[in-house]
Nanobody
Framework: QAQFVESGGGLVQAGGSLRLSCAVS????????MRWHRQVPGKERELVAT????????NYADSVKGRFTIARDNAKKEVYLQMDKLTPEDTAVYYC?????????WGQGTQVTVSS
């Protein structure tokens, strides 16, 4: 059974940085595209960043392009989201997600709060 341990969330001032980590077990990690999503209460979950199986291709939402960087370490079975130049609009619960075809798994989420 897939398990996710997310960490790195917290409270930061606008303009600051945070690095989210997601450690995955219970699946063949390098078979999965990994993604980070975020959700604000009352709004739909938003896809933030995607990284291909071996990290050679990444994609970002326009709202975070140039500020966020997704990376993965297949040997450690971890995926990361480096978040720089944070703004209050980045405040959300951030979720790690593993995708293989129609199969996907989700982490429990980690709260990121950016104060103005």
């Amino acid at each position: 059974q897939a398990q996710f341990v997310e960490s790195g969330g917290g409270l930061v001032q606008a303009g600051g940085s945070l690095r989210l980590s997601c450690a995955v077990s219970g699946l063949t990690f390098d078979m999965y595209v990994m993604r980070w999503h975020r959700q604000v209460p009352g709004k739909e979950r938003e896809l933030v960043a995607t990284i291909s199986r071996f990290g050679d291709n990444t994609n970002y939402a326009d709202s975070v392009k140039g500020r966020f960087t997704i990376a993965r370490d297949n040997a450690k079975k971890e995926v990361y989201l480096q978040m720089d130049k944070l703004t209050p609009e980045d405040t959300a619960v951030y979720y790690c997600n593993a995708l293989l075809g129609r199969t996907e798994y989700w982490g429990q989420g980690t709260q990121v709060t950016v104060s103005s």
